[in-house]
């Protein structure tokens, strides 16, 4: 059940008039009242000798016991509840009653006999209105501070008590919703979402790795918005505002919306934070400020250093929790810069995923963003290496990147989920699912690949592989055996002693780092974390099968062999 606290007005006869009519779209059924202050107002819906003007006269009554110029301008208070889509339909006097409930809570009618005058009305089976008058009986100004969190609070009690389902409590760190103007104009429009989450996307997809303002403020206009920019008098900005092309009000004027009202890490200052140019300017190819322009990487080696990096922020959600925030933060960085670039077979799951994850990154945990720096760097060369292709090195290294990126989510979702963030927890599952799905279609290929030449393997060198599992991973070994992907791990594992690898201790360390137990297959994970601490190609379509026992050629992105297991086994 969702309470609203809608912005005060100063037209209770207008919003009546907008209460019992049809509605923008004729949504509005049957409007009639549910409940009042005293039970016996009038009701314009079904009382053919009551007027709205009626109600509003009654509702209004107490602003005559106090002067004139003392009277609030903006008297009108208005609260709409709704059910959540899988709840049975209420009665009119289970709305009532909830009506009841609210005003009490919120302190409209606190029940001291001296409340604000208010009436419930229903237009539609799913939700109420409340419209009250903001002077109490006895002339004084109800006690209404925080009414919306109050309202939330009422909310999960009626949930209960009710039988209905539980809404997962917010903490004030949500992005503002469209209003109903808003998803009406975009109704109007013939858009599938409001211009504000248009807007939101885009300006998220913009921070995603950037560097500088200006970078910032670059791919905002690249991406086809307005930007407009506020100067300090000391040359600093001081913050900007975005707007949609062909979004225009009434005037006919392009409707900017500030960052802050997108989202609250998307506010200037928030993003500003972010930023940490020194560590950019100085990373070997990642561009920062140089005279030169910054080498662009191909979509396969972003994807890879972006495996690395999420592999290093895995570990650190055990650190700090300001660095545990950053590290988050930074993640649904990389997966909307994932979605931006990713290819089209796999870019709607990846982009629900961001769009999902969106909730998880942000909470009242400060975030120490110069942990994350990293994974942000990661992201912009993402974003830098354009989009990838579906095929080859390229998915292959899409389907790596996915795989850790949905154990990083997940971590996010158990780290929120000890610090009961809710909401966090619920958003970070809800991407997980979306990687999840992301990942059975860009593994395909690939896994299918190296399935393909385990089962050609010899026998005994599938043998031998084996005995190295078991040697490394004992609890594991068995379900690992009996799963379909064992075949590719048995494969992995030989081009791992090929490239002069130790197995066992690769495999162990691989086994031994987090959320295995989150995995649907163990040895499809083993193999990617194999490939990428071997530096192995994950593409293999090309490679010849290890046949009777015969090597691979050897290919220029593994190691020589003298290197073992070597500084690349101790890597995070």
């Not at 997962?168 to 503002?176: E, M, N, Q, R, S």
């Not at 300090?232 to 979004?247: E, F, I, M, Q, R």
């Amino acid at each position: 059940m969702i309470p609203r606290i809608h912005k005060q007005g100063s037209n209770t006869l207008g919003l009546l008039h907008y209460l019992y009519g049809k509605g923008t779209h004729e949504e509005h059924v049957d409007p009639h009242l549910v409940a009042s202050f005293d039970h016996m107002a009038p009701d314009p819906g079904r009382d053919p000798a009551a007027t709205k003007k009626d109600l509003q006269h009654l509702l209004d009554q107490p602003l005559h016991l106090i002067e004139t110029d003392q009277r609030p301008a903006q008297h009108v208070w208005h609260c709409s509840v709704r059910a959540a889509p899988d709840d049975p339909i209420l009665s009119d006097e289970q709305w009532g009653d909830i009506a009841r409930r609210m005003v009490a809570a919120t302190g409209i009618d606190p029940g001291d006999g001296a409340g604000c005058r208010w009436a419930a009305v229903r237009h539609a089976d799913d939700h109420i209105h409340i419209i009250a008058t903001l002077v109490r009986e006895d002339g004084r100004r109800p006690d209404h501070h925080r009414s919306g969190r109050r309202a939330q609070a009422e909310a999960r009690l009626i949930e209960a008590d009710y039988g209905l389902h539980r809404v997962t409590p917010g903490d004030g760190t949500a992005a503002k919703r469209p209003t109903s103007a808003e998803r009406h104009k975009a109704e109007r429009q013939g858009r599938d979402r409001t211009v504000r989450e248009e807007l939101r996307e885009t300006v998220r997809r913009a921070v995603a790795g950037a560097a500088t303002e200006q970078e910032f403020f670059d791919r905002l206009k690249d991406a086809g918005l307005l930007v407009r920019t506020r100067v300090l008098p000391s040359g600093d900005l001081k913050g900007y505002t975005v707007a949609l092309p062909g979004d225009h009000n009434k005037d006919h004027e392009p409707v900017f919306y500030a960052g802050s009202t997108l989202a609250p890490d998307l506010s200037l200052p928030r993003i500003q934070a972010r930023f940490d140019t020194t560590a950019v300017a100085t990373a070997p190819g990642n561009g920062g400020h140089q005279d030169h322009p910054p080498q662009r990487p191909a979509p396969s080696a972003a994807r890879r250093t972006t495996t690395d990096a999420a592999w290093a922020a895995l570990l650190a959600l055990d650190r700090s929790d300001g660095a545990a925030a950053a590290q988050i933060a930074a993640t649904g960085e990389v997966l909307d810069a994932l979605a931006k670039t990713s290819a089209l077979y796999t870019r709607q799951e990846l982009r629900e995923a961001a769009l999902a994850f969106e909730r998880a990154s942000r909470s009242h945990t400060r975030e120490e963003f110069r942990h994350s720096q990293q994974l942000r760097r990661a992201a912009r060369d993402l974003v830098r290496s354009g989009p990838a292709l579906g095929r080859g090195e390229d998915g292959a290294t899409t389907a790596m990147v996915i795989d850790m990126a949905f154990f990083l989510v997940t971590a996010a979702a158990h780290w929120h989920g000890k610090k009961q963030h809710a909401q966090q927890a619920a958003a970070a599952h809800q991407a997980a699912e979306h990687l999840r799905a992301a990942y059975r279609t860009a593994a395909g290929i690939p896994m299918g690949a190296l399935y393909q030449r385990g089962r050609r393997l010899a026998l005994p060198l599938r043998h031998k592989q084996a005995d190295h599992l078991r040697r490394a991973v004992p609890d594991l070994a068995e379900q690992v055996l009996a799963e379909p992907g064992w075949c590719a791990l048995a494969a992995t594992l030989a081009d791992v002693e090929s490239a002069g690898h130790n197995p066992a201790a690769l495999l162990t360390e691989a086994a031994e780092r987090r959320e295995l137990g989150t995995a649907e297959s163990v040895s499809e994970v083993l193999v990617w974390r194999l490939r990428r601490a071997a530096d192995l190609p994950a593409d293999t379509t090309d490679m010849w099968p290890h046949e009777n026992g015969a090597e691979p050629p050897m290919r220029s992105a593994q190691r020589p062999a003298q290197r073992q297991t070597g500084p690349r086994s101790r890597r995070p």
